[in-house]
């Protein structure tokens, strides 16, 4: 897994809610974003700036966060973002420290490789699932999964159970299905005729 560069500087809290309210509205309208970390020892509430976080945020793939918070670093992922309702503007973000002993739960996305049987019978290759749950240690968790479908035929499907990647619990349903080869009208026709 990549791994991203971030700074924050640490927040105070108010102990009102209403001055909580003006204060975290002020940081919003100041281009800084609230955000905690926690996993660790004590909860540290900090902030970033928005233009820090956009590489990070709005992309499909997965970093372990290099957090950098008043000279003192560790090592985070990101755990939850908060958007708002009507803009899409980030309101806030949990980050959870992570360490190399204790596993975490990451979704990680999923990439389709090969050209599938049923494709080749004129079916439709579809990806039901665009990430997958896994529990590792963090620097266990690859970038992508890499699932083959050199072996899908037509009207079939390939569920969660069926998959395993080295060092890597899977936590989704077993049921649940990641792709499928679909019938297509053409060869549905082609069946028909044959």
Same mark, same amino acid.
């Given at each position: 897994m990549k791994t991203f560069q971030l700074e924050g500087k640490t927040r105070e809290i108010?102990?009102?809610?209403?001055?909580?309210?003006?204060?975290?509205?002020?940081?919003?309208?100041?281009?800084?974003?609230?955000?905690?970390?926690?996993?660790? =020892?004590?909860? %540290?509430?900090?902030?970033? /700036?928005?233009?820090? #976080?956009?590489?990070?945020?709005?992309? !499909?793939?997965?970093? &372990?966060? =290099?957090?950098? %918070?008043?000279?003192?670093? /560790?090592?985070?992922? #990101?755990?939850?973002?908060?958007?708002? !309702?009507?803009?899409? &503007?980030?309101?806030?973000?949990d980050f959870l420290e992570v360490s190399k002993e204790k596993p975490v739960v990451m979704e990680v996305p999923i990439v389709l490789e090969g050209h599938a049987e049923g494709v080749k019978a004129g079916g439709k290759l579809t990806l039901q699932m665009r990430k997958l749950k896994v529990k590792a240690t963090y620097d266990q968790i690859p970038e992508q999964l890499v699932i083959n479908v050199d072996n899908l035929g037509l009207g079939k499907t390939m569920q969660v159970g069926a998959l395993h990647f080295e060092g890597l619990e899977l936590m989704n349903a077993k049921n649940a299905v990641v792709c499928a080869v679909q019938l297509t009208r053409a060869a549905r026709g082609a069946q028909a005729k044959a």
């Open positions: 108010a102990p009102r809610s209403a001055d909580q309210k003006r204060v975290l509205k002020a940081m919003r309208k100041n281009n800084e974003i609230p955000a905690v970390l926690y996993g660790g =020892e004590q909860l %540290i509430h900090f902030t970033v /700036t928005k233009d820090a #976080v956009r590489k990070l945020i709005y992309t !499909p793939e997965i970093f &372990a966060v =290099e957090l950098t %918070i008043d000279g003192k670093t /560790t090592m985070a992922i #990101v755990k939850d973002i908060q958007f708002h !309702p009507v803009t899409d &503007a980030i309101l806030h973000i």
